[in-house]
């Protein structure tokens, strides 16, 4: 048996003797399959021409990627014991730099795009894994250790708070890390709130390679939700997508702007 991991998506399904028949999370409309079909390799497989970067982005806060990248390419964070998001490989050299660093407790993940191989982690380093319950349909490898939260806020620690803002996917998680940005507080976004080429906006989108819009409403939904929160610095998904300061006032204006867009000129 093994846990087949779709090379599109970068998630690891629950061991069967035969790869799965098609991934449903890249089957979604959010997703698509690549132009050589449903290819899958296994965690083993991955681990001979891939490794991991793990370095700081601040203090306090590493950034895990995996290089070359792999699938959707996001790089995981880790803050106070917390893994927010996840990647999909798992090597000796990634959980020593880890456990270094303090070791993983918690595991939370945006949204299904992520999952990854949240339960490899997951039981690599003895944590239980946090996900919304409005994304549990999309869960392929489930485990005892991942327990479903549910509402609009999870508090995770006096430092860091889970708030579903939506959108993207019905259970779309932000983390709030107060202590980030030297104080003034980080937003960690996946892609619920994505960082865009020029960085000193943001977007959100229903499907990022479809390019499929949020509706008006969503979009005003999230602003609100957003406008109670403080925060001046947003972590994307992948290296480099940070929105250094000000971020507050510049998600709000980002909103704004595609309000503006929907509405026509
Ligand atoms: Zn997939
Ligand atoms: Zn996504």
Redesign the pocket.
């Known amino acids: 048996m093994s846990a087949f991991i779709c090379m599109t998506c970068g998630t690891q399904f629950a061991p069967t003797d035969e790869p799965p028949s098609a991934c449903p999370i890249c089957l979604d409309e ?1 997703q698509y399959i690549g132009p050589d079909g449903q290819q899958w390799t296994t965690l083993h497989a991955l681990a001979d021409e891939h490794r991991n970067r793990v370095e700081e982005q601040e203090p306090g806060l590493l950034g895990v990627g995996t290089e070359p990248s792999f699938a959707i390419a996001q790089r995981a964070l880790c803050v106070d014991g917390l893994l927010w998001d996840c990647i999909t490989l798992l090597d000796e050299d990634t959980s020593n730099a880890l456990e270094e660093a303090g070791g993983i407790h918690t595991i939370a993940i945006s ?1 299904p ?1 992520y999952y990854s191989a949240m339960v490899a982690w997951a039981e690599r380093f003895d944590a239980q894994v946090l996900l919304h319950e409005a994304d549990r349909q999309w869960v392929m490898y489930p485990s005892e250790r991942i327990e479903f939260w549910s509402g609009e806020r999870h508090h995770i620690s006096d430092q860091l708070e889970l708030v579903r803002l939506g959108g ?1 996917f019905d259970g779309g998680t932000v983390c709030l890390w107060r202590a980030g940005a030297e104080g003034r507080g980080a937003l960690l976004s996946g ?1 619920i709130v994505t960082v865009v080429a020029d960085r000193d906006w943001v977007s959100f989108m229903y499907s ?1 390679p479809n390019m499929i819009p949020l509706s008006a409403g969503e979009i005003q939904r999230i602003r609100d939700i957003v406008a109670a929160l403080e925060f001046d610095r947003v972590y994307g998904a992948w290296w480099n997508t940070v929105v250094v300061d000000g971020a507050k006032a510049k998600v709000l204006r980002s909103a704004d702007r595609y309000l503006k867009a929907l509405a026509g000129r």
Do not use: A, E, I, S
Request: no cysteine.
């Open positions: 959010r949204h795009h993207h892609d990022y």
